[in-house]
């Protein structure tokens, strides 16, 4: 079995290296993620740019890029100038599942902002169609979620709430998650629609046309994958 540790540092170095000096900085959150905030620190370190700021989607990602000495701002009107994040499933037209670390919400209100949004990956994340093997992320109020549940189950979707431990997960937002099982057949853009028109529903993990460019590691090597 391949290193997906050491493929996941691959992927995110090269995406690391479009920092230029001065940017403004979207920072992704989960496992893919830090690696490339840990090569942006490394960076800014050496001296190799100056003068970047970063926006983070989590309070984890904020907490780390503090730690290595990347300063970091709010999310305001001001575009970013790139953002790096990593992607549950990636389909061939760069449409990403994201959420499964529990960031969705912060994660697209940030990277919506930026000019140029780049996904970092292991081969594993790539799938033929989304919903191929990882669920849709919902978040959802946490008042009356029993409600929204039932009006996302009238969809046709299935799934459970997140439910890690004895209590429910609950995102930075103070929200809860519902991972939505996707039917076999379905057009994204549809059901994504549908499911954002859901009482009770804050946001999908569907972040479709967005990515410019993916780096995608695997055995074999990094290779770049571009949005149609």
Sequence with gaps: MPDLEALKEQAAVPAALLVESGMRVGLGTGSTAKYAILELGRRLAAGEVRGVVGVATSDASEALARDLGIPVEPLDPRPLDLAIDGADEIDPGLNLIKGLGGALLREKLTEVQ?????????????????????????????????????????????????????????????????????????????????VKGTLGVVETGFFLGMAELAFVASPEGVREVRGR
């Design 114 to 194: 930026a000019r140029r949004l780049v996904i970092i990956a292991d081969h594993t994340k790539v799938v033929s169609r989304l919903g191929e093997k990882a669920p849709l992320p919902v978040e959802i109020a946490r008042f009356g979620f029993l409600s929204t549940i039932e009006r996302l189950r009238a969809l046709g979707l299935g799934g459970r709430l997140r439910q890690p431990g004895a209590q429910p997960f609950v995102t930075d937002n103070g929200n809860y998650i519902f991972d939505a099982a996707l039917p076999q057949a379905f057009d994204p853009a549809t059901l994504e629609r549908q």
